[in-house]
C-alpha cells in the first residue's frame, strides 16, 4: 500500500500539557500524511532548533537547542542510539551521501562568536573540520543533490559555498598565491543586507542547478550556487523564516512569522521561457504582493517555522509555533485542514520517501549501527600523498537482496556466485589448483620454459602496442567530440543570444506601434476639435449678420469687425485643417 509520512521534531513548551500520553517527552515525531494521518512513531528525550534535524535511511541526528550535542536515534531498532557530543555548540545540521546518508555536516558556533563546519563520517567515525570562515553562527546547511556541494547560512549575512569531496579528501591541494586555503569555500555569496534566515536547494543533478535564500533584510534571492552568479531578487512583504522549493523547481513558498505562507512562481506572466537566465531580468528586483500570503485558520498558531512539499506537488506542510502542522492546498492557495497538534513548537519537517513503490534501485549496503566520531590527525588532517591511512576503516553491512538472485534472468558472474554461496564452488577450487599446478610445471621446465617465457614476453608486447594504438585513437575520438560539444555549445548560445534579441526587438516594436498608434489618436482629436470651433465660430458671424440686417445695418462690415476681433487671420491652420 503506497503510504507518504513526514518527521517532524520540537523544542519543549513550558506550561502545555500533551494533547496525549503518547507525546510526553517526545521531541521526534514520524507521522503519516497519507492515506490517513496517523502518528507512527516516536523518538524521546530531544530538544531540536529549527535546522538542527537531518534524516538518513537508517538514522535520525537531532542537534540539541544551545548544546554541542547530537542525539541519534535508529529507525530500525525504534530508540536511541547514542549521544554524541562535539567540541562547538551546533546550530545546524544536513545529511550528504546521495543513497546512505554516511556524513553528517554540522554547522557550528565557537567560543568567539565565529562559524565553521565540522563533517562526521558515520561509517568510519573520522571528523573533519573546516576554516573558520564565517563571523557568525552557521544557522542554515543544505546539501545539494549530487552531494558534492554543501551550502552554509550564516547570520553574518554571508553564504558560502564548500565541496564536499574537497573536505573529505586525503590529498593536499597544490599551493599557490591563487589556490582556495585547505578546508576553504569555494564561493562567497554576499548580497544578503542582513542574517540568513533559510537556504533551499534545487532538485536537479546536472550541471545547472539553483539555490533559494531568504534573510531577515525581507528579500529571496535565486541564484546559481556553483558561479555565486544571481539571478533573480525578490522583494517581501515580511521577513521570511523558512523556505521551501517546488518538486520541479518552478516555485518556492516562503513562511512568515505571523504564521503565513506565500508562493513565489518564477513563471508567473513571464516574457521568455526561462526568466530566471534572462540578463535583462536579473537587474531588477521583483516585488512580492502582500494580497497574495495564504493566511491560517488562527492567529494563535504562530510563526511558521519548517515548510516542505508532498512528492506531488500539491499538498505544503507548514510547521507552527503552537505546535500546529498545517496543509495548504497549493491550487488553490489556501488552507485545507491541519494534519497535527503537538502542543510544543514544531522547528522541523522533513517529507520522508513514498513507501509502496517498487524501487528501482536496490540498496547494496545499510549502516546499522553508526561509529562515533573521533579526532585522529592522521584521518583529519590532509596529507601530501593521496594515499589513504592503512588505519581508516569502513564499517557497514552488504545487504543480500543487492546480490542476483536465482530468478534475475541474467548469468551472474563466478566473483557474484562464489561470494552468495554457502561454501567455495567446486569451480573456483579447481580453477586455482589448475594455476598453482600451471605455475609448478613452469618453474621446472627448463630451456624450453625460458623460450616459451621469450615468446609470451614478446606476444605481451604487441599485445601492449596494439593497446597503446587503440588508447591513442580513442584519445583522439575523445578530442574530436569534446571539439563538437564545444561548438554545439556555442551553436547553443548564440540560438539562445539571437533568440533573446529577436524578442527585444519585437518588444521594441509593439511599443513604437503602441506610440504612434497614440499620435495618430491624439491628431484625430484635434481635428475634431479644429472643426468644432470653425462650425461655433461660423455660427456665430451669421447670426451676427442676421442680427445686424434686422437693424438696419450692413452685415457684411459686422462680420469683418468680428474676424479682426476675432483673429481669423491668424487660423490658418484650422481652416487648411477644417478643409481636409
Known sequence: MLAESFIASTLPSVGKPPPSAAL???????????????????????????????????????????????????????????????????????IAGRKNGDVLVLGTEDSTGGGRLILWETCTGRQVASTASHLKPV?????????????????????????????????????????????????TFSHHRAAISALAVGHSSGRYNIAVSTAHDSTAVAWDYRSGRVLRTFLLPAS??????????????????????????FYHNAPTQHPLHDPSLQQTPAQVPPETRWTPPSADCGAANALTLSHDGMTLLSGHHAGKILAWNVGRRKYAATVADFTHPVTN?????????????????????????????????????????????????????????????????????????????????????????????????????????TASVAVNDVDAAAKDAQIAALETELATLKQKASASDAARRSSTDEITRLRADLVHLHDYLNELQAKQEETQRERVDRRARREARDTRRREAWFAAEKKGKKGDVVMRQMEVEEGALTSDTDELSSGE
Not at 538542527?52 to 544551545?66: E, M, R, Y
Not at 513514498?354 to 540498496?363: E, I, K, V
Open 349 to 453: 519537517l522533513r517529507m520522508l520517501p513514498l513507501d509502496g513503490l517498487p524501487r528501482t534501485a536496490t540498496p547494496q549496503r545499510a549502516t546499522h549501527t553508526i561509529v562515533k566520531p573521533r579526532y585522529d590527525s592522521a584521518l583529519s588532517e590532509r596529507s601530501a600523498t593521496d594515499k589513504v591511512p592503512v588505519d581508516y576503516t569502513f564499517s557497514t553491512h552488504l545487504l543480500a537482496s543487492s546480490l542476483p538472485s536465482p530468478r534475475r534472468r541474467y548469468r551472474p558472474d563466478a566473483f557474484t556466485t562464489a561470494f552468495s554461496h554457502a561454501f567455495f564452488p567446486e569451480s573456483l577450487l579447481e580453477e586455482g589448483l589448475a594455476e598453482l599446478s600451471a605455475l609448478d610445471a613452469g618453474g621446472g621446465g627448463g630451456g624450453s620454459s625460458g623460450r616459451a617465457t
Open 24 to 94: 510526553r517527552d517526545v521531541g521526534v515525531c514520524i507521522h503519516e500524511f497519507q492515506p490517513a494521518p496517523n502518528l507512527r512513531s516516536t523518538f524521546k528525550k530531544s530538544s531540536t532548533a529549527p535546522n538542527c534535524l537531518a534524516v538518513s535511511p537508517s538514522h535520525v541526528f537531532a542537534a540539541q537547542s544551545d548544546k554541542a550535542i547530537v542525539h541519534v536515534y535508529s529507525r530500525e531498532k525504534g530508540n536511541q542510539e547514542a549521544t554524541v557530543p562535539f567540541p562547538e555548540r551546533i546550530r545546524s545540521i544536513a
Open 240 to 265: 521570511a523564516i523558512s523556505v521551501a522549493l517546488d518538486p520541479v523547481d518552478r516555485a518556492f513558498y516562503v513562511g512568515y512569522d505571523d504564521g503565513s505562507v506565500q508562493a513565489v512562481d
Open 139 to 187: 544557522t542554515s546547511l543544505v546539501v545539494d543533490p549530487t552531494s558534492n556541494f554543501i551550502l552554509s547560512g550564516s547570520s553574518d549575512g554571508s553564504i558560502l559555498v564548500w565541496s564536499l569531496v574537497d573536505l573529505l579528501s586525503f590529498t593536499k591541494p597544490p599551493s599557490g598565491r591563487d589556490r582556495q586555503p585547505a578546508n576553504g569555500p569555494l564561493h
